[in-house]
Every structure is written in C-alpha cells, then in structure tokens.
C-alpha cells in the first residue's frame, strides 16, 4: 500500500453509487488516503455497448473527461458496461479504464456472467438491459443500477455490480503499480 500524507483524488466519470465504490475498493488496495468525485459525463457510445471494443473506447472517453474536470485529481476513471456474444451465448462484463496526467492508460475487465436466453434475444432486438431489468423486477426508482446491478440479481448476490467494477478497475490499476513491467 502507497501512504501518502495527501489523498489520492480520483475524477469517476459517473455519478452511479456502485461504480464509484467499486472503484474506491479498487484503489483503497493501492493507496491509504483515497478521496473521489463523480462527475456526469458523456461516453460518446451508445447506451447499449454490444462489444468491448465500443466499451473500451466509452471508458476511455468516460476518463479523460473527468481528469479534465477537475484539475488536482491524479486519477480519471471511466466505467462501461457491455454486452458481448461468445458461440453464440451473451455475456455481461464491465471495462475501466484509468489515466494519469501523463496520458497514461490503464486497462481492465471484470468477469462475465452469462445472461438468460430471454435477455439475450431482447437485447439483440435493440432493448438497453438496465430499462429490460427495471422492467423485468418493477424496480421504478432505478435503484438495481446504484446496488445489486444485474450481475448481482442472476447471481443471487453472489457478484454484484459493485463487485464487477471493483475487479475491472483493480485490473486496470495494473500499468500503475507495476509500471516497470509496462514499458
């Protein structure tokens, strides 16, 4: 762990409750005094990323916008979640990317849960899965998104949508605590 006797501030590009705490576990592994600000910004994808490549370059976009929002953070992070189709079953799993003042760009995915057929053939018709799961659980006040997300419904709890960020931005520290090994 890095003690500082200054927080290490991190620009999110979202204001969503689960992203940021993932996120703040992720670099609460690296540094002792974390401090961070969510800030709403445009990922210039669409609301329903179907590759990882589209959510890579959402995340990217998603970071460099809030490192530029504010000028004593070290850190910008964005956050992207996508669907992608692997023979022909369809997967859910969430990129982070980190950069530094440098330019530097950190990446990192997290695990993927497979989704139900059902979901699968809706979303390949054009639905968004967070409206197909707020319908899906009557959740009117949105609040999957900020808690279990859909990670966490499909797997009881078990990995949630916290749990998705936390990993895909602990892989994407890497490049920062090793950097001697990405040269």
């Known amino acids: ?13 979202t204001q969503n409750r689960a992203k940021t705490e993932g ?3 992720a670099f609460g592994k690296v540094f002792e005094h974390v ?6 910004v445009e990922s210039g994808i669409s609301e329903q990323p179907m590759t ?4 890579i370059n959402g995340a990217i976009n998603r ?3 809030a490192l530029a929002r504010m000028a004593t953070a070290h850190y910008g992070v964005g956050l992207e979640g996508n669907v992608t189709t692997i023979s022909e079953m369809m997967f859910l799993h969430g990129w982070a990317a980190i950069v530094d003042r440098t330019g530097k760009v950190g990446l990192g995915h997290s695990s993927g849960i497979e989704l139900p057929g059902s979901m699968h053939v809706a979303l390949d018709a054009g639905a968004e899965l967070g409206p197909l799961m707020q319908d899906m659980l009557d959740d009117a006040d949105n609040e999957i998104r900020h808690t279990l997300g859909t990670n966490g419904v499909l797997t009881g709890g078990l990995y949630t949508r916290v749990d998705e960020f936390a990993d895909a931005t602990t892989a994407a520290l890497a490049k ?3 950097p001697e090994l990405y040269r």
Not at 1 to 9: E, H, N, R
Not at 52 to 55: A, K, L, T, V
Request: no cysteine; aromatic share 6%; proline share 3%.
């Open 1 to 13: 762990m890095i003690k500082k006797d200054t927080p290490t501030v991190i620009a999110i590009g």
């Open 23 to 25: 996120v703040e576990l």
């Open 35 to 40: 401090e961070t600000h969510g800030f709403s």
């Open 52 to 55: 990882d490549e589209e959510s």
């Open 63 to 65: 970071a460099k916008s």
């Open 176 to 178: 920062f605590v090793k």
